[in-house]
């Protein structure tokens, strides 16, 4: 199974801020990785999938880049409902498998 | 809209069955791959495995083979889980998803499973 590792764990920033999120895989994926978000008592949410592809309804400061085995997740001017958790999920291989996690939290 | 609607979880000892069921609505559900995925306490998401849109064929995560059953009833439009012979390291969130292609695109809010005597 490809092994997928997230770092950092945890994020504190401000609304206003720009993070990222980087995501590795234990083999090259090729561009084929998704961004989920995770908000309590909400459904997950796919945000972006084949690495850059914005799913519909995704808002531009969201963005994603990276190939092979490194990719990372960008949000500029963080808005206050973009805290909270994210996954990152290779769809190259079965089985799918998504990362460990990143907590973005309010500073 | 999409809905998906899990149900059937609770409090399980360990060693016994459980089976968790999800209705769904807001799109045509035998046109879909479904999966199911859970999330134990504290940590991250596990595929545990998808079945075909005709119920006919079905794939598991390798660690999740032989104690996890997936089906569907599309005239329904539910999506199953049968779990036997749970372990405590069975307790989780379980989510019933919608495949789109090799990607999750929409979720339940999932249902909780915890295995303890």
């Known amino acids: 199974d490809v092994q997928m590792t997230q770092s950092p764990s945890n994020l504190a920033a401000s609304p206003g801020e720009s993070v990222s999120i980087n995501c590795k895989a234990s083999?090259?994926?090729?561009?084929?990785l998704a961004w989920y978000q995770q908000k309590p008592g909400k459904a997950n949410n796919l945000l972006i999938y084949?690495?850059?592809t914005l799913q519909s309804g995704t808002p531009s400061r969201f963005s994603g880049s990276g190939s092979g085995t490194d990719f990372t997740l960008t949000i500029r001017n963080l808005e206050p409902e973009d805290f909270g958790l994210y996954y990152c999920q290779q769809h190259n291989e079965y089985p799918w498998t998504f990362g460990g996690g990143t907590k973005l939290e309010l500073k | 809209e999409v809905k998906l609607v899990e149900s059937g979880g609770g409090l399980v000892l360990p060693g016994a069955s459980l089976k968790l069921s999800c209705i769904v609505s807001g799109f045509t559900f035998s046109d879909y791959w479904m999966r199911w995925v859970r999330q134990a306490p504290g940590k991250g998401l596990e595929f545990i495995g998808e079945?075909?849109?005709?119920?006919?064929?079905?794939n598991y995560a390798p660690s999740m083979k032989g104690r996890f059953t997936i089906s569907r009833d599309n005239a329904k439009n539910t999506l199953y889980l049968q779990m036997n012979s749970v372990r405590s390291e069975d307790t989780a969130t379980y989510y019933c998803v919608r495949g789109c292609t090799s990607l999750f695109d929409y979720w339940g809010q999932g249902v909780m499973v915890t295995v303890s005597s």
């Open positions: 084949s690495g850059s």
């Open positions: 079945i075909k849109p005709d119920g006919s064929k079905t």
């Open positions: 083999k090259s994926i090729s561009k084929f």
